[in-house]
């Protein structure tokens, strides 16, 4: 029960910021930091206040002893008694036997791992408080593994927390620290009370008011302060469920103090978006000069624009006039027919005299967007450059020129456009295509080409998997979002089978059914390569095994470690239909258009993530062609599917709605999973929950603009308190 270290709060927990010692205002030599001070740092606990607001994961109840007469099998129980017996048994496994007996009962502990100092504390006659759940044994009760120390001492009047934490941080090294931290931190009232007694939470009912009521807030309602420690140290009358569910009022302040945090930085970030200039870019066709570009695209379409894509062409086109920076997320589903909405907004930028880039995640998706847009703007005069890091150093040579002379208007690249060689002329629109794929830093960078002085570009962000509203509300706050919520016509829906891999043989007839018809087709596999013990069949077997199985069919096989050029090659070849069947790895999963392609097998489906499933199954229904996709799962030795993965699929072949897709998905995963892959850097929200705390966020949106207003200090003051140094992450 003892920890070899105490903490030494005057070093650990410094009220400077890390920033702040580096910047010289620490002493000399500061003394070396103990591994538990280093794994309070990598949990982010620098500043009190950091460390007042690490709640607890659970509670134990130390504050009170139960008679073990009354005691039920399997409950925490604490109780004091005598040692009445002692002995090391070397029956099964050497192990130390102790019984205690506390004038009600008896109860064995029981140790497989001890030390000389157990037996010693533990020694006949001595009188000790133990700690543990009580079990039925084969002798009677008994705890393995209790608590224990010797008895007498007062009782906890609080319960105790359980914290969440690291290896090498010892919960009673993290109690003593978060007690500091809660002592020393500012835990002033940031949120001024007016707010606070509009809010959702008086509803749960006021707290008792026998309670300390130190800098109470309105109506009986919890202050920061009370909230921070009662829930550190709850009374332990509390109905322990809702803290666990993190309905208690305590948690109700908390999560709303962190709602509102979220709110303002966002809100802040666009009223200083909004402080910044962008060139208003207005065509030269209303100026009379001649037809713009945008009215020259549409004429030249082979097809009609739909509603949704009209609408969401407008929603663009005003951002793009002003000389605010747009900062627009066009979400559609995969196929809706986003890129059309891109090349539109480029026409409108380059006809304005500006430079337009277009930065997608992959070279097959660049290469594609590439080709497709050079054949609707280059018989309009528009040059394009292209960028990949693929690129042979003579044409990235003559790429980069073009780009910096200004001749290009339009530059199509990979992440190869952000780099700091890549000068542009005059940079008025960034377009990011599948936006969730990129990270926070690679946006700045891409926004940072602007080279006209205190001006930014406008940005248009792309993306296939929606964000659910709740979230959109939540961390998007600072971001304008369209929906193309229609198809172009004549799709027929996908229609989607769960079929298991031991039928195999089954798709492979289906495949040649297709392919009769003319039908071109997709195998995806997904392809582990850090780890080859991994029991998959990787692409390069399923290309053989196909090629054998369809003999005359074109098979092609691409997967991540072709050579570029040889990829573009075998992609070519597949969408000029010279070749019937596409083996691939994940390669092909995003923005991929051979409209000819009727059927997507995705092989071990179980393994791949929902919006990924989802991905890759809109590759297929782009043509007028009813399409298919076969989702084929393996138990591998199991009997059957884990639940997470059956939910999967199960979703996919109930639903080919991308909105629908993503709230199952976030159902499945939570916000912090969901957000996680798409956002590198964002601050998660550490105790709210969207789905169950709508009407806090409501709150926290409605109050958020007013405290901006009308206290700008506080304001400020509980956006650092919450968010601290992460605050200007949230801002890309
Ligand atoms: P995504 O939104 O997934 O990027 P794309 O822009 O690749 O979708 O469009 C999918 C396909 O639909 C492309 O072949 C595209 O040319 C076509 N398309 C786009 N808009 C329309 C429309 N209004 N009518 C018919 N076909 C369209
Ligand atoms: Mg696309």
Same mark, same amino acid.
């Given at each position: 029960?003892?920890?070899?270290?105490?903490?030494?709060?005057?070093?650990?927990?410094?009220?400077?910021?890390?920033?702040?010692?580096?910047?010289?205002?620490?002493?000399?030599?500061?003394?070396?930091?103990?591994?538990?001070?280093?794994?309070?740092?990598?949990?982010?606990?620098?500043?009190?206040?950091?460390?007042?607001?690490?709640?607890?994961?659970?509670?134990?109840?130390?504050?009170?002893?139960?008679?073990?007469?009354?005691?039920?099998?399997?409950?925490?129980?604490?109780?004091?008694?005598?040692?009445?017996?002692?002995?090391?048994?070397?029956?099964?496994?050497?192990?130390?036997?102790?019984?205690?007996?506390?004038?009600?009962?008896?109860?064995?502990?029981?140790?497989?791992?001890?030390?000389?100092?157990?037996?010693?504390?533990?020694? =006949?006659?001595?009188?000790?408080?133990?700690?543990?759940?009580?079990?039925?044994?084969?002798?009677?009760?008994?705890?393995?593994?209790?608590?224990?120390?010797?008895?007498?001492?007062?009782? #906890?009047?609080?319960?105790?927390?359980?914290?969440?934490?690291?290896?090498?941080?010892?919960?009673?090294?993290?109690?003593?620290?978060?007690?500091?931290?809660?002592?020393?931190?500012?835990?002033?009232?940031?949120?001024?009370?007016?707010?606070?007694?509009?809010?959702?939470?008086?509803?749960?009912?006021?707290?008792?008011?026998?309670?300390?009521?130190?800098?109470?807030? #309105?109506?009986?309602?919890?202050?920061?302060?009370?909230?921070?420690?009662?829930?550190?140290?709850?009374?332990?009358?509390?109905?322990?469920?809702?803290?666990?569910?993190?309905?208690?009022?305590?948690?109700?302040?908390?999560?709303?103090?962190?709602?509102?945090?979220?709110?303002?930085?966002?809100?802040?970030?666009?009223?200083?978006?909004?402080?910044?200039?962008?060139?208003?870019?207005?065509?030269?066709?209303?100026?009379?000069?001649?037809?713009?570009?945008?009215?020259?695209?549409?004429?030249?379409?082979?097809?009609?624009?739909?509603?949704?894509?009209?609408?969401?062409?407008?929603?663009?086109?005003?951002?793009?006039?002003?000389?605010?920076?747009?900062?627009?997320?066009?979400?559609?589903?995969?196929?809706?027919?986003?890129?059309?909405?891109?090349?539109?907004?480029?026409?409108?930028?380059?006809?304005?005299?500006?430079?337009?880039?277009?930065?997608?995640?992959?070279?097959?998706?660049?290469?594609?967007?590439?080709?497709?847009?050079?054949?609707?703007?280059?018989?309009?005069?528009?040059?394009?450059?292209?960028?990949?890091?693929?690129?042979?150093?003579?044409?990235?040579?003559?790429?980069?020129?073009?780009?910096?002379?200004?001749?290009?208007?339009?530059?199509?690249?990979?992440?190869?456009?952000?780099?700091?060689?890549?000068?542009?002329?005059?940079?008025?629109?960034?377009?990011?295509?599948?936006?969730?794929?990129?990270?926070?830093?690679?946006?700045?960078?891409?926004?940072?080409?602007?080279?006209?002085?205190?001006?930014?570009?406008?940005?248009?962000?792309?993306?296939?998997?929606?964000?659910?509203?709740?979230?959109?509300?939540?961390?998007?706050?600072?971001?304008? =979002?369209?929906?193309?919520?229609?198809?172009?016509?004549?799709?027929?829906?996908?229609?989607?089978?769960?079929?298991?891999?031991?039928?195999?043989?089954?798709?492979?007839?289906?495949?040649?059914?297709?392919?009769?018809?003319?039908?071109?087709?997709?195998?995806?596999?997904?392809?582990?390569?850090?780890?080859?013990?991994?029991?998959?069949?990787?692409?390069?077997?399923?290309?053989?095994?196909?090629?054998?199985?369809? #003999?005359?069919?074109? =098979?092609?096989?691409?997967?991540?470690?072709?050579?570029?050029?040889?990829?573009?090659?075998?992609?070519?070849?597949?969408?000029?239909?010279?070749?019937?069947?596409?083996?691939?790895?994940?390669?092909?999963?995003?923005?991929?258009?051979?409209?000819?392609?009727?059927?997507?097998?995705?092989?071990?489906?179980?393994?791949?993530?929902?919006?990924?499933?989802?991905?890759?199954?809109?590759?297929?229904?782009?043509?007028?062609?009813?399409?298919?996709?076969?989702?084929?799962?393996?138990?591998?030795?199991? #009997?059957?599917?884990?639940?997470?993965?059956?939910?999967?699929?199960?979703?996919?072949?109930?639903?080919?709605?991308?909105?629908?897709?993503?709230?199952?998905?976030?159902?499945?995963?939570?916000?912090?999973?969901?957000?996680?892959?798409?956002?590198?850097?964002?601050?998660?929200?550490?105790?709210?929950?969207?789905?169950?705390?709508?009407?806090?966020?409501?709150?926290?949106?409605?109050?958020?603009?007013?405290?901006?207003?009308?206290?700008?200090?506080?304001?400020?003051?509980?956006?650092?308190?919450?968010?601290?140094?992460?605050?200007?992450?949230?801002?890309?």
């Amino acid at each position: 029960m003892t920890h070899p270290a105490a903490p030494a709060p005057e070093t650990a927990l410094t009220d400077a910021a890390p920033e702040a010692v580096a910047a010289g205002a620490a002493p000399a030599k500061a003394p070396p930091k103990s591994p538990a001070q280093k794994a309070l740092e990598k949990l982010g606990l620098h500043r009190p206040i950091d460390l007042a607001l690490h709640l607890p994961l659970r509670y134990e109840d130390e504050t009170r002893l139960t008679p073990l007469a009354g005691a039920r099998q399997g409950e925490i129980v604490q109780f004091e008694g005598e040692v009445t017996h002692s002995e090391i048994s070397i029956r099964s496994r050497r192990q130390l036997l102790v019984t205690v007996d506390d004038g009600t009962g008896s109860c064995v502990l029981r140790f497989l791992n001890f030390y000389p100092s157990h037996q010693k504390t533990l020694s =006949v006659g001595a009188w000790v408080r133990v700690r543990g759940e009580l079990r039925g044994g084969f002798l009677g009760r008994e705890m393995v593994h209790p608590h224990f120390r010797l008895a007498g001492g007062e009782l #906890p009047g609080a319960l105790t927390p359980v914290y969440p934490t690291s290896a090498g941080l010892p919960q009673t090294y993290l109690r003593k620290a978060v007690l500091s931290g809660l002592e020393r931190a500012d835990l002033s009232e940031t949120i001024p009370a007016p707010f606070l007694s509009n809010g959702p939470f008086l509803n749960n009912g006021p707290h008792s008011s026998s309670g300390p009521n130190l800098n109470s807030g #309105p109506q009986g309602l919890f202050s920061l302060r009370e909230a921070l420690q009662f829930l550190h140290h709850p009374t332990p009358d509390v109905a322990l469920a809702t803290l666990e569910d993190h309905s208690h009022p305590a948690w109700q302040r908390l999560k709303a103090e962190e709602l509102l945090a979220q709110q303002l930085s966002q809100l802040q970030a666009r009223r200083v978006r909004a402080a910044m200039r962008a060139p208003a870019l207005k065509g030269q066709a209303l100026r009379g000069v001649h037809c713009s570009l945008q009215e020259q695209l549409l004429e030249r379409l082979p097809f009609r624009l739909t509603a949704a894509q009209k609408r969401v062409g407008k929603d663009i086109e005003a951002d793009l006039r002003k000389n605010v920076p747009m900062h627009r997320l066009l979400q559609g589903d995969v196929g809706a027919g986003k890129t059309v909405v891109a090349a539109l907004a480029a026409a409108r930028c380059i006809d304005a005299g500006w430079q337009c880039a277009l930065m997608a995640p992959t070279e097959i998706l660049a290469e594609q967007h590439f080709s497709k847009l050079i054949s609707w703007l280059e018989p309009l005069g528009i040059t394009t450059a292209r960028l990949t890091g693929s690129q042979k150093p003579k044409e990235r040579r003559e790429m980069l020129a073009l780009v910096e002379s200004g001749a290009a208007g339009l530059v199509i690249g990979t992440h190869a456009v952000i780099q700091s060689k890549v000068k542009f002329k005059n940079l008025a629109l960034a377009i990011i295509d599948e936006q969730h794929r990129f990270g926070v830093a690679q946006r700045l960078a891409l926004r940072s080409k602007m080279t006209h002085e205190s001006q930014e570009p406008h940005l248009l962000m792309m993306t296939a998997t929606p964000i659910p509203r709740t979230l959109a509300m939540s961390y998007y706050a600072d971001l304008d =979002v369209s929906t193309l919520d229609e198809l172009p016509p004549g799709r027929t829906p996908v229609v989607t089978k769960v079929v298991n891999d031991a039928r195999r043989d089954e798709v492979v007839a289906r495949i040649q059914a297709q392919i009769a018809e003319g039908r071109q087709i997709y195998w995806v596999c997904p392809l582990i390569e850090e780890s080859e013990s991994m029991d998959l069949a990787n692409a390069t077997q399923t290309h053989e095994e196909l090629s054998a199985a369809l #003999p005359g069919v074109g =098979v092609g096989l691409l997967h991540s470690r072709m050579a570029a050029a040889e990829k573009k090659a075998v992609m070519a070849l597949f969408t000029e239909g010279v070749m019937g069947v596409l083996v691939s790895t994940t390669v092909i999963e995003v923005g991929v258009d051979v409209p000819n392609a009727s059927l997507m097998v995705i092989e071990h489906a179980e393994r791949f993530g929902l919006s990924q499933l989802h991905q890759l199954r809109g590759r297929v229904g782009r043509g007028a062609a009813a399409s298919a996709c076969v989702l084929l799962y393996s138990t591998g030795d199991a #009997p059957r599917l884990g639940e997470v993965a059956r939910a999967r699929l199960k979703a996919m072949a109930e639903t080919n709605d991308g909105f629908e897709i993503a709230r199952r998905d976030l159902e499945i995963r939570g916000p912090g999973e969901f957000l996680g892959a798409r956002q590198s850097g964002a601050a998660m929200l550490r105790f709210a929950d969207l789905a169950q705390d709508a009407p806090l966020l409501a709150w926290a949106r409605e109050v958020a603009p007013l405290m901006l207003d009308q206290y700008p200090e506080l304001a400020q003051q509980h956006i650092q308190r919450w968010l601290g140094g992460r605050a200007e992450f949230l801002k890309a």
